[in-house]
């Protein structure tokens, strides 16, 4: 049976802002541990039955971030499953702390014109995304990231800067953090 850091039964949670690779590197750590990968944000898409932008848009950031909140708590309930969270779910301090709670939290970074520039190269995630301060991309992503930073930062139990790697990079460094020995799943 696989431990990280002599734990069997816990979830590995991934925080940052959209276009970090939280989807992207998640689903990769959650196959080379053996585990489930859940994206809340689908599985918000999912239950709601629209896009995130229309949520916002139909009714309102509140209610989001209710949704977000509550798919994050039966998420985080789990065993063994490696968890791809929205960019804003560190907004709540209970969510903060339940995933503090239910393991390792790793905080995905990218500077600003990695973000933006990845952004720009998915319009798929773009168009399904509300804008947050109706500001232009880059004065949106600076804006958010400050607001955001020390949450990120009170939730994080360490971060990873994704702007130079690869996937399965920052996937070799998580499992190095974790105590995981590359190669997987046991």
Same mark, same amino acid.
């Given at each position: 049976? /696989?431990?990280? #850091?002599? #734990?069997? #039964? @816990?979830?590995?949670? +991934?925080?940052?802002?959209?276009?970090?690779?939280?989807?992207?590197?998640?689903?990769?750590?959650? =196959?080379? +541990?053996?585990?489930?990968?859940?994206?809340?944000?689908?599985?918000?898409?999912?239950?709601?039955?629209? =896009?995130?932008?229309?949520?916002?848009?139909?009714?309102?950031?509140?209610?989001?971030?209710?949704?977000?909140?509550?798919? +994050?708590? &039966?998420? /985080?309930?789990?065993?063994?499953?490696?968890?791809?969270?929205?960019?804003?779910?560190? +907004?709540?301090? &209970?969510?903060?702390?339940?995933?503090? %709670? =239910?393991?390792?939290?790793?905080?995905?970074?990218?500077?600003?014109?990695?973000?933006? &520039?990845?952004?720009?190269?998915?319009? !798929?995630?773009?168009?399904?995304?509300?804008?947050?301060?109706?500001?232009?991309?880059?004065?949106?992503?600076? =804006?958010?990231? &400050?607001?955001?930073?020390?949450?990120?930062?009170?939730?994080?139990?360490?971060?990873?800067?994704?702007?130079?790697?690869? !996937?399965?990079?920052?996937?070799? %460094?998580? @499992?190095?953090?974790?105590?995981?020995? #590359?190669?997987?799943? !046991?």
């Amino acid at each position: 049976m /696989l431990r990280i #850091n002599g #734990n069997t #039964n @816990m979830v590995v949670t +991934l925080i940052g802002y959209r276009a970090t690779g939280k989807s992207t590197v998640g689903r990769l750590l959650a =196959s080379r +541990l053996g585990w489930e990968f859940v994206d809340t944000d689908e599985q918000i898409v999912n239950v709601a039955g629209k =896009s995130i932008a229309e949520i916002f848009r139909d009714d309102g950031e509140q209610d989001f971030r209710e949704l977000e909140r509550r798919q +994050l708590q &039966q998420e /985080l309930s789990r065993e063994r499953v490696v968890i791809s969270s929205g960019g804003g779910a560190i +907004l709540s301090p &209970q969510t903060r702390r339940l995933m503090q %709670e =239910s393991g390792p939290v790793v905080w995905l970074t990218a500077k600003v014109e990695t973000i933006v &520039q990845r952004l720009n190269e998915d319009s !798929a995630s773009t168009g399904s995304r509300p804008s947050l301060t109706g500001r232009g991309l880059v004065e949106e992503v600076e =804006s958010v990231l &400050q607001t955001r930073f020390p949450l990120y930062s009170e939730a994080a139990s360490f971060q990873i800067e994704t702007d130079a790697q690869t !996937a399965e990079q920052i996937v070799d %460094e998580i @499992m190095s953090h974790l105590g995981v020995e #590359n190669g997987g799943a !046991a």
